[in-house]
Structure formats: C-alpha cells, structure tokens
C-alpha cells in the first residue's frame, strides 16, 4: 500500500506545477502512462485502478466513456457490478468534465460511494467485447468543490486480431506443399 501511495504521489509530482491541483489521484499497475494525454492506458481485459482522495467526498462517482472513433461493444463490470453497452447513455455526462480521450461518444456513471480524506479505494474493472473506454473519477468535497482525477484511464480491449492476407496465406501454402514433396521425395529414396 505504501508503493501505491507513493507511486500516486510521483504521479503528482511528474505532472508539472502548470496544472491546478487535483483532488482524485490514480494509479493503475500494469498500465503504460502516457505522458503526452495524461493517462494510464492499458490493452488488459481486467484491471485493478488504485484512486488516492485527498479531501473528504461524499459520492465519489466514475463515469466510463466510449470513444467515437473506437465505439465500444460488449459488457464492463465493476467491482463485479455488471454493465452491457446498452447501458451506456448518449450525451454528455453531468457534471460536464473533461474525457481522456478527444471524442466523447456515449456514457455510464457508476456511484462508488463516499471515500474519506487521504484514503485509496481499489477497484476491479473487467472487460468483454471490444472497443475503447475512458475513465474518470469525480465527486464534489465538503465545500461543494469539484474534485476530478488527474491522470485519466483509457483501455483498448479486444481489437480484432490481423487477419492474414491472401499472399501471405499463398506463400504459407506454397512452403507447406514444398515441404511435403521434399518429404515424400526422402522417403522415396530411402526404400
């Protein structure tokens, strides 16, 4: 826990003074962080995501968002709460945030309950499908605040693998048969 704590902490400190301080901090082992969008992105279907609150918030809520360009399809869970693509809403969610990614195609917001000041709440998001999804965590504090997660999470699950193209398959088949009358040949001279 003190390697996450830290790690959330670094995470802070690399981003730069330019930006406001942020109130939701996020750490996700395994991911590659992205310095040039500020985002934790990961290819994995499951993932667990570490959030660090540095002020008390009374609903902390995340809220999953399909990119355009990559729409998503197939189920999210998290903590083992289940959702379909059906679930997700068209628009923009409410509050108006920012998304990690640059188009926002459509939405689920997921209440993770209240989380108190300097406490880290792990969640587990499994995939099923194909698509991209982007994260962000954001809840109000005790002044009515605004907190947001500073650095986002982005996950490209289930692209569909390359599939072959027809010179390549023609030249594995040319190789298999060259390997077969070679065989047969061997076996020929050998009797």
């Known amino acids: 826990m003190k390697k996450i704590f830290l790690t959330l902490?670094?995470?802070?400190?690399?981003?730069g003074s330019?930006?406001?301080f942020p109130g939701l901090l996020v750490y996700v082992p395994g991911a590659d962080y992205d310095v040039s969008t500020n985002n934790w992105v990961t290819n994995s279907s499951e993932v667990d995501v570490y959030v660090l609150s540095l002020s008390n918030i009374s609903n902390l809520q995340l809220t999953a968002s399909t990119d355009l360009g990559s729409p998503f399809t197939g189920g999210l869970a998290i903590n083992g709460f289940a959702y379909s693509d059906a679930d997700f809403a068209s628009g923009s969610p409410s509050p108006s945030i920012s998304t990690p990614t640059?188009?926002?195609?459509?939405?689920?917001?997921?209440?993770?309950?209240?989380?108190?000041?300097?406490?880290?709440?792990?969640?587990?998001?499994?995939?099923?499908?194909?698509?991209?999804?982007s994260f962000d965590f954001w809840g109000y504090d005790n002044?009515?605040?605004?907190?947001?997660?500073?650095p986002g999470v982005v996950s490209r699950v289930g692209a569909p693998s390359a599939v072959p193209e027809?010179?390549?398959?023609?030249?594995?088949g040319i190789g298999m048969a060259a390997?077969?009358?070679r065989?047969?040949?061997k076996s020929q001279t050998s009797i």
């Open 9 to 15: 902490i670094l995470t802070l400190a690399a981003s």
């Open 18 to 20: 330019a930006q406001a």
């Open 102 to 133: 640059a188009g926002l195609g459509s939405y689920l917001t997921h209440d993770l309950g209240g989380v108190g000041s300097w406490t880290v709440k792990k969640l587990r998001l499994s995939f099923q499908g194909q698509g991209t999804l």
């Open 143 to 150: 002044f009515g605040n605004l907190q947001q997660s500073f």
């Open 166 to 172: 027809p010179a390549t398959m023609l030249l594995f």
């Open 179 to 181: 390997m077969a009358v």
């Open 183 to 185: 065989r047969r040949r």
